[in-house]
């Protein structure tokens, strides 16, 4: 079965600063699809970012990048520039094509300090 | 696009009550999900629908729920009786392609059993 660990269960950054969110999965499957989902107080559930485990290029969107190390599997995220706006739990989560399936790891509350 | 409607917001009763979630993917989207968060679990999923049909129900914890999509537009997820461990936040994401597509999640309904 898949696993998906995020080892930090808080983290703090300062505003405008660069913070770095782990992540570590457990598969034996060659074809899945990595998340990064962000909660925020309101509990909305809204997705940041999303990478083809096919794919060689990280993903990016504007402030958020990931590194995908797929040897390795790990899929940390890395949010630049960081805003008030961004102190919210962030998931971690591993699509199976075989099983249709998210699962979703523990979360880590980001904290951003103005 | 209105995205996915879930109601109510916030749900009391008491123990031994039948509870109905309701749910309204986002229009085109032929998979739909319910999950269920809670601090000792944290996220996850009971079960999906592809086109209407269930797909997997083995997150289901018990006889006590069961979930229906009569159509392509509404899903329901019955508790009967509920039990104060029910009570948690329930999503229900749609997506559209595939179970691996990005899934979009509702506000969900934090549902609390006295």
């Known amino acids: 079965a898949q696993t998906v660990t995020q080892s930090q269960p808080e983290m703090s950054v300062q505003e405008a600063e660069t913070v770095t969110l782990s992540c570590t999965y457990d598969?034996?499957?060659?074809?899945?699809?990595l998340f990064w989902y962000k909660q925020p107080p309101s509990r909305q559930m809204i997705l940041v970012i999303r990478q083809e485990a096919y794919k060689q290029q990280n993903a990016t969107e504007n402030r958020f990048s990931v590194n995908f190390q797929k040897a390795a599997k790990s899929f940390s995220l890395k949010i630049s520039d960081s805003q008030l706006g961004d102190a919210a739990m962030y998931f971690c989560?591993?699509?199976?094509?075989?099983?249709?399936?998210?699962?979703f790891g523990q979360g880590t509350t980001l904290q951003v300090k103005p | 696009d209105a995205g996915v409607i879930q109601s109510p917001r916030h749900e009391v009763t008491e123990m031994g009550q039948e509870v109905t979630l309701r749910c309204k993917p986002i229009?085109?989207?032929?998979?739909l999900f319910w999950y269920r968060q809670t601090m000792m679990r944290g996220l996850e999923l009971l079960i999906y629908f592809n086109n209407n049909v269930p797909i997997d129900d083995s997150g289901m914890p018990e006889d006590r729920f069961s979930a229906k999509m009569p159509n392509a537009s509404f899903s329901t997820l019955k508790i009967q009786p509920s039990e104060p461990r029910d009570s948690a936040v329930y999503f229900c994401?749609?997506?559209?392609?595939?179970?691996?597509?990005?899934?979009?999640f509702g506000p969900g309904t934090r549902l609390t059993v006295l």
């Open positions: 989560a591993y699509g199976s094509s075989n099983t249709g399936k998210l699962i």
């Open positions: 598969t034996s499957e060659s074809d899945y699809y």
């Open positions: 994401a749609s997506s559209f392609l595939s179970s691996t597509d990005t899934q979009y």
């Open positions: 229009s085109g989207h032929d998979y």
